[in-house]
């Protein structure tokens, strides 16, 4: 069974930190590139960060640059996102994400289509 399970969520003050887990089981955690992303009340979901498959290229949503830190630990099929600095406006439920992974004459390869999702965790931001 592919699984992913966000940890950590919970209210937390304005400037405070809070550091979200995910841990994936069912599929080879280390082929896919893994992303995170919220969902606020009343809005569409958006992406957040993204780490590819060895940690070694991070990408942000410009909003939370300088603020959020993606990491991922491919030993303990864990990917994390470090959150300081919180502000009212990322108070959303947070998923993480796995992007899909193919392999061919060249290796693995991941398109940013992310075909497995977390159920979730809330981040509530108070003023």
């Known amino acids: 069974q592919v699984q992913l399970v966000e940890s950590g969520g919970g209210l937390v003050q304005a400037g405070g930190s809070l550091r979200l887990s995910c841990t994936a089981s069912?599929?080879?955690?280390?082929?896919?590139?893994m992303g995170w992303f919220r969902q606020a009340p009343g809005k569409e979901r958006e992406f957040v960060a993204r780490?590819?498959?060895?940690?070694?290229?991070?990408y942000y949503e410009d909003s939370v640059k300088g603020r959020f830190t993606i990491s991922r630990d491919n030993a303990k099929n864990t990917v994390y996102l470090q959150m300081n600095s919180l502000k009212p406006e990322d108070t959303a439920v947070y998923y993480c994400a796995a992007d899909r992974a193919t392999f061919d004459g060249r290796g693995w390869s991941n398109d940013g289509e992310y075909e497995y999702w977390g159920q979730g965790t809330p981040v509530t931001v108070s003023s």
């Open positions: 780490i590819t498959r060895s940690g070694g290229g991070k």
């Open positions: 069912g599929f080879t955690f280390s082929t896919h590139a």
